[in-house]
């Protein structure tokens, strides 16, 4: 059995003990590095396709076009904007999509608009 001297030395020690793993936890998390989800965050079926397979860089991101199916790494820009991008360097797009879903007509046509331009 713990006399009185050995409990209070183990209550001091306990919280200096837990500060020290919260510490080590909180480190480790933000030192992580930032995995990217699996697979393209961004998905597009063009138009036209194109010719075999390509790697595309527009505005900083990278492309992955296999014929009509290219796809993407997420980026900061909304789906539309990002789209338009993908347009005007390969022409127009068909479908675009992200996880959660779909491009809206309006918006898919906003995205076309780039490839005119």
Not at 48 to 66: A, F, I, M, N
Not at 78 to 104: N, S, Y
């Amino acid at each position: 059995m713990l006399d009185a001297q050995n409990r209070g030395a183990l209550r001091q020690l306990v919280p200096a003990v837990l500060a020290l793993v919260g510490t080590a936890a909180s480190f480790a998390l933000t030192a992580a590095p930032v995995r990217a989800a699996a697979g393209p965050f961004y998905s597009a079926t063009l138009s036209r396709p194109v010719d075999g397979t390509q790697k595309l860089v527009q505005k900083g991101l990278l492309w992955k076009c296999e014929g009509a199916e290219c796809s993407a790494p997420r980026d900061t820009s909304r789906p539309v904007i990002v789209c338009a991008r993908l347009a005007q360097k390969v022409g127009p797009v068909a479908r675009f999509a992200t996880p959660q879903g779909e491009l809206a007509a309006d918006d898919l046509a906003r995205c076309n608009e780039a490839a005119q331009g």
